[in-house]
């Protein structure tokens, strides 16, 4: 029992990482996209080719480090900034300490509840939003139904009834290995073969009812933590209306004082989740959209753009 609890605590970060990777879904690209960012007085700001964002800094929560990047926290659900050390300077990375450091206020800022695109001209489809605990839960339901994550939950099943059943085997042979002169390997190996046939069957037997139990309550299991972590979810988001405009250059998204405008290449494709449209994203986000905020003829218009701009295949992996 030792020995199985100290490979699974070996193991653990491995798993993690298999898990989290069948979360996020496949890879993205395989080409380093360059990214810029500008630290000033009002904010960071943020751009590549396709893509141009800003946070105020009432959104940054802090900085945290490890030994090869810079993670800046910030108030947008799952966006961390990641800064891998090796593309910076030592004076550099100075600088993104001590901006970080110095340019949260002390205390709150109010958040701007305003459209900034409000003003561009254009027929760009425009919606104002906020996500309900239902909206979260059922992109909560997304991510726990991707094939991928079906697959690691059949690995761990099958990984768990290994285990559960070579437990009892596992143990005699051990008992026999501590004092193996006792009974001679040419009595005890005929020995471990019969008890294959009757005494490790039986474990081999509950092993699979415990399999299949955990797999039946699966699906519950899994409606009952996304309502719960959709409600979560809800309860620690920013308070304020999303605001989301589209045309043929792509999607701009704001809230709360941050904005980001993104381009159709970003996204990977186009899914409808009931009352939702969901955009995944090249690095492994959603953005979703509830069909509420649009009117008839906005989202007939969307979804005219979203077919031109996005591969039809972007459903989840």
């Known amino acids: 029992m030792t020995l199985a ?26 080409t380093p996209v360059p990214m810029t960012y500008r630290f000033d007085d009002a904010g960071i700001t943020q751009t590549s080719a396709d893509l141009e964002a800003f946070l105020p800094w009432h959104l940054i929560k802090g900085l945290d480090e490890d030994r090869l990047h ?18 910076l300077t030592t004076a550099q990375a100075d600088g993104v300490r001590a901006w970080t450091a110095a340019g949260r206020p002390l205390s709150p800022h109010p958040p701007d509840d ?17 996500l309900t605990a239902e909206d979260r839960a059922a992109l909560v339901t997304r991510t726990l139904d991707r094939p991928a994550m079906r697959r690691a939950r059949m690995r761990g099943a099958v990984l768990l009834f290994v285990g559960l059943s070579l437990l009892v085997p596992g143990i005699v042979a051990f008992v026999w290995a ?6 001679p390997f040419s009595i005890a190996f005929p020995l471990f073969l019969e008890m294959a046939g009757t005494d490790f ?18 699906p519950w299991n899994r409606r009952w933590a996304a309502r719960e972590l959709g409600r979560d979810l809800a309860r620690e988001a920013r308070p304020g209306t999303s605001y ?29 989740l ?30 005219a753009l979203a077919a031109r701009h996005l591969p039809s295949d972007g459903g989840p992996s």
């Not at 305003?114 to 906020?130: H, K, L, S």
């Not at 405009?245 to 409808?272: P, Y």
């Open 5 to 30: 609890c100290l490979t699974l605590h070996a193991a653990y970060p491995w798993l993690l990482h298999q898990r989290l990777v069948a979360a996020i879904g496949p890879p993205g690209e395989d």
């Open 201 to 218: 069957l039986k474990p081999a037997i509950g092993a699979a009812a415990v399999v299949l139990l955990v797999l039946a309550l699966g």
């Open 178 to 183: 501590v004092d193996p002169y006792r009974v």
């Open 274 to 303: 009931g009352e939702l449209i969901v955009l995944p994203m090249r690095w492994g986000s959603v953005l979703p959209l509830p069909t509420r905020a649009f009117d008839p003829d906005a989202l007939a218009r969307f979804e």
């Open 70 to 87: 810079l993670f800046v926290l910030t108030d947008v659900e799952g966006e961390p900034i990641v800064l891998a050390k090796a593309d």
């Open 114 to 130: 305003t459209d900034p695109f409000a003003d561009e001209a254009g027929d760009a489809v425009r919606i104002a939003f906020t």
């Open 244 to 272: 989301a405009h589209a045309d043929a250059r792509g999607l701009s998204v704001a809230q709360g004082g941050a904005w980001a405008r993104l381009g159709w290449t970003n996204f990977r494709g186009c899914e409808r």
